[in-house]
């Protein structure tokens, strides 16, 4: 390897291509993030809530976007493809051909002026041509680049000569009809492909009648339900009437080898339920009914949604597959004839509108880019992979991520794109930081003696402006003490928006500004970020918070919204005035990482580390490296266990940077993010560790299902992990009966366990490959054969594995030779006689969470396993900095998942391990001493272990003496301010919400009674 090129180049702008490109970007390595549309953001962008906890999707993602758009390292190069790679690993050179958008970029300012002059109205993509747009345009408001486009295809002066209407209206000469398509070569060490996916074409197939106005697409009823959609978020027929009767029909274009897509598209079951449920939120007297194959809801927290689904909001869900959609000749209704769950026949039952559930597929720019990019594709059109290592393609140095490798849902499409990056920039540890640059601010403007606050009131689309009389709430603004400006933003998270707050701030010489919009969970260090871009402390910020406390509350009573939007932004403006400057400390930090478990997911994460030359400490409870794998002894590729576990404990056992400490584990932990210490104990050592990140890979432990279908009362009823080491030896029985959901799926244990089916699939087969006179059948209540895992379920099938469906309520009787079961399409019990029964049960967690989690200050769900930041974009990381969440630790999941997890994990580490220093937060607490009487109060009710009580020497005119007195330790403090609350002297100060402060938001309140 002759070269090292400190950049990577990555394909695609969608969620997967995003996560990436700010993790390589934060960890020293440039990046050029190409795109083929004219914005970045993807299908995500599209989207309008996520399940399962109902976010809005471009209020999670609008952030991100800003993020990218803002980083010095990152290169956006939109409206652009890739037509050529040639080069070795460390040393690329990528062929980027830059479309004609005929404005210059340099020059838009996206003032929408040539939009009103153009007269051609062409079908929106964004809204899947449910209304129209101009041939010059913006894809949606949030838009990053935030900068016109031509349709070539559809403008007038391009195709006829004619018109330049927006060329005329054009203030600054932005429009270039004579602008051409660009080559352009650019020089990387590595490569990440993730273009992502096209929703299948539904039209292809005929008997769904998609081509009746009130039969949509998943897609175009996202759509409709969005607030910045076609309908504003009314889901509308096409007389424009609201229906009152949808149904959903499961797997268009996926779990259909007909077609030849034999794959699950792995989100349509959720997507669907999450459709349904937000639809009733709009309209309560909404019947909804979802007809499945099954219905696979296997992630996190997605069982426990369709049940709430399903129980308390009442949708319908029926196990059954209509054959297609009949349209009445007269009336021009439509309906659905279906075979009835209860074996009693084909019914038929009309509704107002069908949904047709899209599946995922391979992108024709996926296919072109992969023979480009010379690497290989599996049958299914998707990039191949290995299990064990599944974002590495065939061709060194060219990864790949997200639905580009297989059908998957957002967060293991974050999980995927982390772990990407982590792989990508491993070989290119040595040249980190040679290409970046730092990002640069203006110095810090001072307050002066006036006060003079901004602010900003946001509609977002019509989340607020639907509900919220905005106008008024901007006026009322107007008269607040010290405001002395006062606008609205339809988006106030925008590119051009944030840059528009950036240029008030200097025009009004604003010294306080308060944003009216959504929560500051997600957006206010964004605002904060565009204060200190404009000059100012960010600190000198406030975040008024009138959508989650306001509009999405109030949504019935739009006048007392308003009434409260201004409580609200009168509350903000008297902290707002009252604000200070504060300032962030840089502390040194250690740079070395703790993976606490060696199962596959903490060798994978110690691995990923440890290439890019940081130090890991691996520490595993167990005498022998390999965790819940080692119980099991095949994967679904047919390779053993053993194939997979050899070479990468070798690895991790060989590698210089990797201390590994067997029959080991944690037994003290304090300190922060940078500076954490520990105590570690075991068979060989017992020594004190310091570190400056923990990644938590503790894994997790199949279940004796004791009490469950007889387990543990005969000798011929196994779990799955037994049976896999009986396989090895040969398996004699002639009659096996498989039940799954063994204790899982129950009030006790309400998730799914995720892996269940397919290892039950896989292990059916081996059973019949190895006895094809074998008699064997599933009893299952959903078959969850994922993704490409669909293919094992069809096998099986195919080689004559007898599945029957059971259910919660009417579970399979068994007894020592046999098991009763119902069959709902027979309408009869069956007695099936056995020699071998085999119980899939479920994973869960290990006790040793219990002692984890109060360690790290991190939180466990309700199912025990670590709770995540944020389920949907970040995945992997805690909510304490620092901490880090890998393979089953977090949820039930597969090998390659867990190995993709991991390495995400790992890229989220080096962010903070690559960096020269770390900040504190400016709002810490800090400690009066003269007025601490050192009682310890704020240690007890601390939740970071921030404050400690230190001996001090007080000298007076009369004596001098020892004492106590609390000191608060910037690195850990959060600025909580539980210390501050707690004091009983108000000794304690918390910054950022100081009395003055507090009281001034109390008192506004009161003004408003």
């Not at 109902?54 to 609008?62: P, W």
């Not at 899947?128 to 002066?157: M, S, W």
């Not at 999980?415 to 970046?436: C, F, I, W």
């Not at 005035?577 to 040194?588: A, D, G, T």
Request: hydrophobic share 35%.
């Amino acid at each position: 390897m002759s070269k090292l090129v400190g950049a990577v180049a990555i394909a695609g702008g969608g969620i997967a291509g995003i996560q990436s490109a700010i993790d390589l970007a934060s960890s020293g390595l440039k990046v050029y993030l190409i795109e083929s549309s004219t914005t970045i953001g993807g299908k995500m962008a599209q989207l309008d809530k996520t399940f399962p906890t109902l976010d809005c999707s471009m209020c999670t993602l609008s952030p991100k976007l800003a993020e990218v758009a803002r980083h010095p390292n990152i290169e956006l190069m939109t409206y652009s493809e890739i037509t050529g790679i040639e080069g070795e690993p460390g040393d690329f050179t990528v062929t980027v051909k830059k479309k004609a958008t005929y404005v210059d970029y340099d020059k838009c300012t996206a003032c929408e002026l040539c939009v009103s002059k153009c007269p051609v109205k062409v079908p929106d993509e964004y809204n899947e041509g449910q209304n129209n747009r101009k041939a010059i345009y913006l894809a949606f408001p949030q838009a990053v680049p935030r900068v016109f486009t031509i349709d070539a295809e559809h403008c007038l002066y391009l195709t006829k000569g004619k018109c330049g209407n927006c060329q005329k209206a054009c203030e600054n000469d932005a429009i270039n009809f004579e602008d051409t398509d660009k080559e352009v070569d650019i020089n990387v060490g590595s490569i990440i492909l993730n273009t992502g996916f096209e929703p299948y074409d539904a039209s292809n197939l005929e008997q769904y009648r998609v081509d009746h106005p009130n039969v949509v697409t998943s897609l175009e009823f996202e759509r409709q339900l969005s607030s910045s959609g076609p309908f504003e978020g009314h889901v509308t027929l096409a007389d424009g009437s609201h229906p009152k009767r949808i149904a959903w029909i499961q797997c268009i274009g996926s779990r259909s080898p007909e077609i030849g897509r034999n794959t699950c598209s792995s989100v349509c079951c959720m997507y669907a339920t999450k459709e349904a449920m937000v639809a009733m939120e709009h309209d309560l007297d909404l019947e909804t009914t979802i007809f499945n194959i099954d219905v696979r809801a296997f992630g996190k927290g997605f069982e426990e949604f369709y049940q709430k689904a399903k129980n308390e909001k009442g949708i319908r869900f029926i196990n059954s597959r209509p054959s297609g959609v009949e349209v009445d000749p007269v009336t021009d209704n439509i309906s659905l004839k279906y075979e009835a769950e209860d074996g009693s026949g084909i019914k038929r039952e009309e509704f107002d509108m069908i949904v047709l559930s899209i599946g995922l597929t391979p992108s024709k720019s996926s296919k072109n880019l992969a023979q480009i990019a010379g690497v290989e594709m599996d049958d299914n059109e998707f990039v191949k992979t290995k299990i064990d290592s599944p974002l590495e393609t065939s061709k060194p140095g060219i990864f790949v991520c997200g639905a580009m490798q297989a059908p998957k849902d957002i967060p293991d499409t974050v999980a995927d794109a982390s772990g990407a990056a982590s792989k990508a920039s491993s070989l290119l540890s040595s040249v980190r930081g040679t290409l970046v640059t730092e990002k640069k601010y203006p110095p810090e403007r001072g307050m002066g003696d006036e006060i003079r606050t901004g602010v900003v009131v946001c509609r977002c689309g019509i989340n607020i402006g639907n509900i919220v009389d905005v106008p008024d709430v901007v006026e009322y603004a107007k008269t607040l003490p010290h405001v002395a400006f006062a606008k609205e933003e339809v988006y106030a998270c925008s590119t051009d928006s944030l840059a528009g707050i950036a240029d008030l701030v200097k025009e009004h010489n604003l010294n306080h500004m308060v944003v009216a919009s959504c929560t500051p969970r997600t957006h206010e260090p964004l605002f904060r970020e565009t204060l200190m871009e404009a000059g100012l402390n960010p600190y000198l910020f406030e975040l008024a918070n009138i959508r989650e406390h306001c509009s999405w509350v109030h949504q019935n009573d739009k006048e007392e919204a308003t009434k409260k939007a201004k409580d609200i932004v009168r509350m903000s403006v008297s902290r707002a005035n009252l604000l200070q400057p504060l300032y962030q400390e840089k502390i040194e930090f250690n740079n070395n990482a703790l993976v606490l478990g060696g199962g596959i997911a903490g060798m994978t994460a110690a691995l990923d580390i440890a290439e890019k030359d940081f130090k890991v400490t691996l520490l595993e409870k167990e005498s022998e490296l390999g965790g819940m794998l080692l119980k099991f002894t095949h994967l679904q590729d047919g390779r053993t266990t053993k194939e997979v576990l050899e070479p990468i404990v070798q690895k991790v056992e060989s590698n210089p940077n990797i201390t590994v400490h067997k029959e080991t584990e944690l037994t003290e932990q304090e300190g922060s993010m940078g500076n954490f210490k520990g105590h570690i104990k075991g068979a060989n050592v017992d020594e004190d560790i310091e570190f400056g990140v923990a990644i938590i890979a503790t894994g997790a432990n199949e279940l004796e299902p004791e009490g469950y279908f007889s387990y543990g009362e005969y000798s011929n009823i196994i779990t799955q992990s037994q049976l896999e080491q009986r396989l090895d030896e040969g398996v004699d029985a002639k009659n096996v009966v498989i039940i799954q959901c063994a204790g899982g799926r129950n009030d006790e244990r309400p998730y799914c366990s995720r892996a269940c089916c397919t290892v039950a699939v896989k292990n059916a087969i081996r059973l019949k490959e190895s006895d094809p006179d074998r008699n064997i059948t599933i009893l299952y209540r959903d078959i969850r054969t994922f993704g490409v895992w669909e293919e094992l379920y069809t096998k099986a099938r195919e080689l004559g594995v007898v599945f029957m469906r059971y259910t919660e309520d009417n579970e399979p009787v068994v007894s020592e030779k046999s098991v009763r079961v119902y069959d709902h399409l027979m309408n009869m019990d069956f007695e099936i006689n056995y020699d071998l029964m085999v119980l899939s049960a479920p994973m869960v967690t290990p006790e040793t969470n219990e002692l984890i989690a109060p360690m790290f200050k991190v939180t466990l769900d309700a199912n025990r396993f670590f709770l995540e930041a944020h389920i949907k974009l970040r995945p992997v990381e805690c909510a304490t900095d620092g901490v880090f969440l890998a393979g089953t630790s977090q949820a039930p999941k597969l090998v390659d998942e867990s190995v993709s997890q991991a390495s995400a994990a790992a890229s989220r580490a080096c962010t903070i391990l690559s960096r020269d220093f770390l900040e504190t937060i400016g709002n810490v607490s800090v400690v009066d001493s003269e007025l601490c009487i050192g009682c310890g109060r704020c240690t007890l009710v601390c939740p970071y272990k921030a404050p400690e009580l230190k001996e001090v020497t007080v000298e007076t005119e009369e004596i001098v003496y020892i004492t106590k007195k609390s000191e608060i330790n910037p690195a850990v403090c959060k600025g909580c301010g539980c210390c501050a609350a707690e004091c009983p002297t108000g000794a304690i100060t918390a910054r950022h919400f100081t009395t003055p402060q507090i009281m001034a938001v109390i008192k506004a309140y009161g003004e408003g009674i």
